[in-house]
């Protein structure tokens, strides 16, 4: 059974609260909280003002995805806004061990998200020190954008190197869940599963998040 973490990315920002009810309310178990920075993505979302108000709201997990350059520089931050896990990106980052030691080092899990382009190979060195990779399965920036097929036979590859190194980490897929496609992502590997559009555009997102848990 994955673990689900809807995207407030596509939350109604107007109506945060009443957002924040349903995934209580809901089987969701974590909180994808998407934060870009307008650099290392063509795009803006939300920081800290707003993750830290969010904390009040929830005891769920909170999973930070930064879309961000130097994410050093605002690790301690986000830990005392309240973030659990704290992923950074592989292309963000050129430090990446001593950024992974940095977010452990502050009692948070630490994550690492990896584009569309580059293998997984390159993670293997790095696995043991992390908690969760995120596999983007579409070019971070945007909700709502299409999954790449491709991604399957990332998964496929990430779940024998993650396998074979005894390791427990979490491959988490992010951009362009579905229920159509859940099923074939989770038989490839996934253990979460981020849907932004997929859960909050529906008529009845708790419907959709109890859906996708079945796969
Ligand atoms: C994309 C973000 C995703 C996004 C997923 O840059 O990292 O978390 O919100 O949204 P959907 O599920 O709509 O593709
Ligand atoms: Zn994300």
Redesign the pocket.
Known sequence: MPLIAP?L?SADFLNLSRDCEMLNESQADWY?L?VMDGRFVPNISFGLPVIEKLRKATHKTFDV?LMILEPEKYAEAFKKAGADILTVHYEACVHLHRNIQQIKSLGMKAGVAINPHPPVAVLEDILHEIDLV?LMSVN?GFGGQKFIHHTLAKIRTLRKMIDASGSKVLIEI??GVTLENAPEIVAAGADVL?AGNTVFSASDPKAVISKLKTF
């Open positions: 995207s990315l994808h998407d995805h995120c971070p992010d951009g981020v």
